[in-house]
């Protein structure tokens, strides 16, 4: 039993060696930050096009039927009816998610 506490303990010696100096971090890939992943890409050069930089830019989910910078009366009416087909398609879940709650047991023949 002490021989597999001496190994374990010099295992965790030598891991904490590594991580300490550095090695360890050449094998493990590293993860960016929550800034690195939200900045904007330094490898475009400065003299780029705004095509080019907001193609770098993440888009917006927009799941209505219009597009997103049509704010005509027809297009708000879609967008509208839209909302509310999937405010009541929640709503139907919401009801099924309670009455599943109400459930009466079944036995069970084997």
Known sequence: MFK??????V?????????????????????????QM???A????QTATT?????????AVNDLPTQPNDA??????KDAASIDAQMS????DDANAQN???DTPVSQDY
């Open 100 to 102: 599943s709650t109400n």
């Open 11 to 35: 295992i965790v010696v030598a891991a904490a060696a590594l991580w300490y100096t550095g090695l360890l971090s050449s094998w493990v890939p590293s993860i960016p930050s929550y800034q």
């Open 89 to 92: 398609a929640l709503s139907t």
């Open 42 to 45: 330094t490898t475009t050069p």
């Open 38 to 40: 939200m900045s904007p």
């Open 51 to 59: 095509t080019q930089q907001a193609q770098t830019q993440p888009q």
């Open 72 to 77: 005509s009366d027809d297009a708000i009416a």
């Open 4 to 9: 597999f506490i001496a190994v374990i303990v």
